[in-house]
């Protein structure tokens, strides 16, 4: 990258943005800016597959180069980030100079800021710019995972110790998982896809806790539910701390005995949540469900009829673990583990539950791998929600088999076709 074409993106971005509080949109003096900026930065695309301008510490980076007397240079540009709390734009490859109009339109215009820019952004059809903004003091989503996994830990950790868990961390944390849903519910679902076959138990909680409080909030359940639903997924194996290590890490077939000691950890769990201060009544009844099944054919076995909230995290539970590798079973890849489920629908799933799920992952859910038209292989990474057939797609290999450098793209995938 040259000096001089940095400059000139910058210089152009920066008279687009001004040249929008002195003229209409439409006005040359607004559209030749956004035209220049356009062909400067398709052009810089062309070596790589995205560029990144970001604010930290009030200072403005171009890539990893910091850019002296910004402030000055650039006042517009620095301000419209500062005024809507934009800490990076990202423009990726395969970029539009519609998508590029679009980004100076939402930057200059409308009354919205933070994440609520994004959602403008992916309703505007644009997809090769992403809005980052992370206010000061939150967490990114894979320190929230992480910090996810590391709540689990703690609390199973103190059970299997004779404590009885504060409540405090899960609610806080679970708080920290139900804003990143909301602000961009398809990368939080993509690091779902994160498996840790060592520690499965605490990376499988969080994984159906995310799945979990996702499809309560896309079901449109009320703030509290999705809350019990996060906060009951991710301890909905807590019991599994009074099963010993042996029996839950048996690589082959469980004994009958063993198999009762296993069907003990929903009614181990919901006791154990009675006794942790401040959890609501519904997570220790979800937990005391989870393997109940719609059919009732699960354990423990009873005929009272399951809270809406139990049938949620039965079925991600079970996607999760379709799609984690397993002594026993070779992961599934995520569009055929929905394709699973539904074989399982009235009988283990409950179908209205279990169809507004398959609705969430889409046709192509995140992580599925696909061949594209072209013959190139690749991992979908989101979701389109103005046409879900057509995914976003990082494509891995090229065609002719060989791995590629990974890059994204989200047209060609007419013919795209889940392998299995
Ligand atoms: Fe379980």
């Known amino acids: 990258m040259s000096v001089d074409n940095r400059e000139n993106i910058l210089k152009n971005i920066n008279a687009a943005l001004k040249s929008r509080k002195l003229y209409p949109a439409g006005h040359p003096a607004t559209t030749a800016p956004v035209a220049k900026t356009y062909a400067l930065l398709v052009d810089?695309?062309?070596?790589?597959?995205?560029?990144?301008?970001?604010?930290?510490?009030?200072?403005?980076?171009?890539?990893?180069?910091f850019i002296q007397d910004a402030e000055k240079l650039y006042a517009d540009l620095m301000q419209h980030m500062g005024?809507?709390?934009?800490?990076?734009?990202?423009?990726?490859?395969?970029?539009?100079?519609?998508?590029?109009?679009?980004?100076?339109?939402?930057?200059?215009?409308?009354?919205?800021?933070?994440?609520?820019?994004?959602?403008?952004?992916?309703?505007?059809g644009v997809t090769h710019i992403t809005l980052k903004s992370m206010p000061i003091g939150k967490r990114n989503i894979l320190e929230i995972y992480n910090g996810?996994?590391?709540?689990?830990?703690?609390?199973?950790?103190e059970v299997r110790m004779g404590k009885i868990p504060k409540s405090e961390p899960v609610e806080s944390i679970i708080g920290e998982m139900t804003d990143s849903v909301l602000s961009d519910p398809n990368a939080m679902i993509g690091l779902t896809m994160i498996k840790n076959y060592d520690n499965y138990l605490y990376n499988h909680s969080v994984n159906v806790s995310i799945l979990s409080l996702s499809l309560a909030k896309f079901m449109g359940l009320s703030d509290q539910e999705v809350h019990d639903a996060g906060v009951g997924a991710l301890l909905h194996d807590i019991g599994k701390t009074g099963v010993s290590e042996q029996i839950i890490r048996k690589p082959g077939g469980l004994s009958s005995e063993e198999w009762e000691k296993i069907k003990?950890?929903?009614?181990?769990?919901?006791n154990i949540i009675k006794r942790m201060e401040g959890m609501n009544e519904a997570v220790?009844?979800?937990?005391?469900?989870?393997?109940?099944k719609y059919d009732h054919s699960g354990y423990p076995q009873t005929t009272s009829s399951l809270?809406?909230?139990?049938?949620?995290?039965?079925?991600?539970?079970?996607?999760?673990?379709?799609?984690?590798?397993?002594?026993?079973q070779k992961p599934h890849d995520p569009s055929e583990a929905v394709r699973i489920l539904t074989n399982f629908s009235g009988k283990h799933f409950n179908p209205e539950t279990l169809s507004a799920f398959v609705r969430m992952m889409g046709v192509y859910p995140v992580g599925t791998m696909v061949r594209l038209s072209t013959n190139e292989l690749g991992v979908v990474t989101r979701l389109n929600q103005e046409s879900p057939?057509?995914?976003?797609?990082k494509v891995l290999y090229g065609s002719d088999g060989v791995e590629a450098f990974p890059y994204e793209l989200d047209f060609l995938l007419d013919a795209a076709v889940p392998l299995t």
């Open 148 to 157: 996810a996994v590391e709540v689990v830990k703690n609390v199973m950790g």
């Open 284 to 292: 220790g009844r979800i937990i005391y469900e989870h393997h109940i």
């Open 389 to 393: 057939e057509r995914p976003v797609v």
């Open 44 to 65: 810089e695309l062309k070596s790589r597959n995205n560029l990144v301008i970001a604010i930290a510490s009030e200072a403005l980076l171009y890539e990893e180069d």
């Open 264 to 270: 003990e950890h929903p009614l181990l769990g919901s």
């Open 83 to 124: 005024a809507k709390n934009i800490d990076a734009i990202i423009f990726e490859k395969g970029l539009s100079e519609k998508e590029m109009g679009s980004l100076f339109e939402i930057m200059a215009g409308a009354d919205i800021k933070g994440a609520e820019l994004q959602k403008e952004m992916y309703n505007k």
């Open 307 to 328: 809270h809406p909230l139990s049938q949620i995290i039965c079925i991600c539970d079970a996607y999760d673990a379709l799609t984690t590798l397993r002594v026993y």
